[in-house]
């Protein structure tokens, strides 16, 4: 079946521009999950949502960064005015409940 | 604050050899433990995952490991690696007591098998 996908795989910026960083989880899943991969500080949690509940933002690393979850299913993660230290991969992730997390191939992000 | 430790940043072995990846992590509560794979150019793969039971727990493509609750470890292992087992390996906690349901990851261990 199809897995968790996210778009775009590449994307490169200039310092202070607004990003929009799009997931699609496998379909039925419940839970969805963000995750930054970086030098130096390995994979990282940003933020988790499950079903209607309020999102569990504990891991975002600004104000800059949000993200939302549209009709329980596609997630879009936003990072406003950009900085370098914010080049990294960013990985998506869905489960359902209690279950192993499948992982997206990831956005490539490089801030010039 | 929850940590994983892997010890083993770099391995290099030859094909054939044993490999023992390290995991240690520091959250006393209950856990679920996972081993997370990424192949060159791929995206994470689950390799493993322990919920509750058995502590040795088989993988694909002849992984096992072992969790062993008084040591706080959930080492990976392979008797005979290939060279097709040249990846990053990823170990990760979830804890079930006030963590949410994210995973906290290691700092990855880069394998290289050499022919």
């Known amino acids: 079946g199809a897995g968790v996908s996210q778009s775009p795989s590449n994307k490169v910026t200039e310092k202070g521009k607004d990003v929009e960083l799009r997931c699609d989880p496998i379909?039925?899943?419940?839970?969805l999950y963000w995750y930054r991969q970086s030098l130096g500080q390995g994979l990282e949690f940003l933020i988790y949502?499950?079903?209607?509940?309020?999102?569990?933002k504990s891991g975002l690393p600004s104000d800059r960064f949000s993200a939302e979850r549209t009709g329980g299913s596609v997630s879009t993660l936003t990072i406003q005015r950009t900085q370098q230290e914010d080049s990294a991969v960013y990985l998506c992730?869905?489960?359902?409940?209690?279950?192993?997390?499948?992982f997206g191939p990831g956005t490539r992000l490089t801030v010039t | 604050a929850q940590s994983v430790s892997q010890h083993n940043h770099h391995v290099i072995l030859s094909e054939a050899a044993s490999l023992e990846l390290g995991c240690n992590y520091s959250?006393?509560?209950?856990?679920?433990l996972f081993w997370y794979v990424q192949y060159p150019g791929q995206h994470l793969q689950l390799l493993l995952k322990?919920?509750?039971?058995?502590?040795l727990v088989k993988g694909i493509k002849g992984f096992e490991a072992e969790f062993i609750k008084s040591k706080f470890s959930f080492n990976l292992r392979k008797p005979s690696v290939q060279w097709s087992d040249t990846a990053e390996y990823f170990c990760?906690?979830?804890?079930?007591?006030?963590?949410?349901?994210?995973?906290?990851f290691g700092t990855g261990t880069q394998l290289k098998v050499e022919l």
């Open positions: 990760a906690v979830k804890s079930l007591t006030g963590g949410g349901n994210k995973l906290t």
């Open positions: 949502f499950q079903g209607n509940s309020a999102p569990d």
């Open positions: 379909s039925g899943h419940t839970a």
């Open positions: 322990y919920f509750s039971g058995d502590p």
């Open positions: 959250y006393g509560g209950t856990v679920n």
């Open positions: 992730a869905s489960s359902s409940q209690g279950y192993e997390q499948y």
